[in-house]
């Protein structure tokens, strides 16, 4: 599936893109603005971004998004830890080994993500130098 | 030459982020007191803590400035800031505020206003895009300037963050890039439908 309309020009007009909005569950459509490429990303309800905006706010819902994983794991071990615990007490047969091999997995996976996590490097998002981008194109609106 | 035309952009839009209050703080000090226009102003403010904003820049402003209420109606010589967690947009020779998606993750957005500006009074606007992070007010400006308006913007040199300028810059053909001095002089002169001359920063 394409993220960007493999066309995607000026005057092509509103388009939908493969991309969910970063604020809600909706589909995002891309338009071009100007003639010098502006990408302008709106949803169903009207959130709205530049190319950059959008990197970002999408930057920021991956590091929820592994976050949430993180915690699914990390509880979920947590749970399997008192559960492991509980189960000594009450001579449950079993039940000690399957929550302390699963939990022991979990933990593992719970680490790695969160070396995933540390070692990210989101986009960084810079702009055109504008003494660079003015000596190219000339005085400011000739 | 910039409104060779003599028009009398009597609609003035100005946004901007992080280091626009001090930027509107020198325009507002350097605005004539007679301005033939209305001004409308969107700075990102966060949507949940109360400001004493307006109340700053009516201290040391030329105009009168204010957060209007919703439906208040557009007049020359006032100023007109958005107040938090709300878009301000103009309709009808009204304000309206509203509570619409986020644009760039702020409400009040710069877009929203621009946008709504250049939809309801195409060639009597005026856009000023100042200091401040990220993009929005670019695609707005875009529109001022395609609706037949003037679109301005700080001198990225001069901002404390000239993202907002230069990306405006980058993505469209922006009639002056000005100084804030400059920038009070210059809406002083398109309001009263003077000419500009264009030239190199």
Not at chain 1, 73 to 84: F, K, S, T, V
Not at chain 2, 56 to 83: C, H, K, Q
Request: charged letters at 25%; aromatic letters at 4%; proline letters at 6%.
């Amino acid at each position: 599936m394409d993220a960007l309309p493999r066309d995607l020009a000026p005057g092509t007009g509103r388009r939908l893109t493969g991309v969910t909005c970063p604020d809600c569950p909706g589909s995002l459509t891309v338009e071009v603005q100007g003639h010098k490429g502006h990408l302008h990303f709106v949803c169903r309800v009207g959130h709205a971004y530049s190319v950059a905006g959008l990197l970002a706010a999408k930057e920021e819902v991956l590091e929820d998004r592994l976050w949430g994983a993180a915690l699914a794991l990390e509880e979920l071990a947590a749970l399997l830890g008192d559960l492991e615990a509980y189960a000594v007490r009450e001579c449950w047969a079993g039940v000690e080994t399957l929550c302390r091999t699963r939990r022991q997995l979990l933990e593992e996976h719970a680490l790695a993500l969160r070396r995933l996590i540390e070692q990210d490097r989101p986009v960084e998002i810079g702009f055109d130098d504008p003494g660079t981008e003015m000596a190219q194109t000339g005085p400011p609106g000739s | 030459m910039i409104n060779a035309g003599r028009l009398n952009r009597d609609v003035v839009t100005i946004g901007g982020s992080a280091g626009s209050i001090e930027a509107l703080l020198r325009i507002f000090e350097k605005l004539p007191a007679n301005l033939a226009a209305a001004v409308t102003v969107v700075v990102h403010r966060p949507p949940f803590f109360q400001s004493q904003l307006a109340q700053i820049f009516n201290r040391r402003a030329s105009l009168p400035v204010a957060e209007p209420e919703d439906g208040e109606s557009l007049e020359r010589g006032r100023v007109y800031l958005a107040p938090r967690d709300r878009h301000m947009v103009m309709e009808d020779g009204h304000i309206r505020l509203n509570r619409e998606p986020q644009q760039h993750r702020f409400r009040p957005a710069v877009d929203a206003l621009f946008l709504s500006a250049a939809r309801a009074y195409g060639p009597r606007v005026i856009g000023v895009l100042l200091s401040g992070g990220g993009t929005d007010g670019v695609r707005g400006l875009i529109a001022i300037k395609a609706a037949g308006g003037i679109s301005m913007v700080q001198d990225p040199k001069e901002a404390r963050n000239p993202s907002m300028p230069a990306m405006a810059i980058a993505e469209d053909d922006v009639d002056a890039v000005l100084r804030l001095d400059e920038i009070a002089a210059a809406l002083g002169t398109l309001t009263a439908g003077g000419t500009l001359e264009r030239r190199a920063r």
